[in-house]
Nanobody, 123 residues
């Protein structure tokens, strides 16, 4: 059983930065892509960014390109999301997830999920 825990969320003013972390335990996620999704109240879960096992391929939602950077440390079984130039519309619960193989933008494909970390951006 894989347990994923996010950290690093909080309240920040527009234009500010936050760094989210997600640590997985229970097994090593060899071969798994790790990704970030977000969900705002009343909205569907939305793909934010993903990275393959080797880190050679990253995918970003258009809404965060140039502002967010995903990275991972396989030795720590962890994935990170550096968020810069935050906007009020980035406010959401951010969840990390893992899927075997390539990055996928549909949440239904993901096998493991964290419980989420709240990010609130004030205007």
């Amino acid at each position: 059983q894989v347990h994923m825990v996010e950290s690093g969320g909080g309240l920040v003013q527009a234009g500010g930065s936050l760094r989210l972390s997600c640590a997985a335990s229970g097994r090593t996620l060899n071969g798994y892509a790790m990704c970030w999704f977000r969900q705002a109240p009343g909205k569907e879960r939305e793909f934010v960014a993903g990275i393959t096992w080797g880190g050679g391929n990253t995918v970003y939602a258009d809404s965060v390109k140039g502002r967010f950077t995903i990275s991972r440390d396989n030795a720590k079984n962890s994935v990170y999301l550096q968020m810069n130039t935050l906007k009020p519309e980035d406010t959401a619960v951010y969840l990390c997830a893992a899927v075997l193989g390539k990055v996928r933008v549909g949440p239904q494909s993901y096998e493991y999920w964290g419980r989420g970390s709240q990010v609130t951006v004030s205007s």
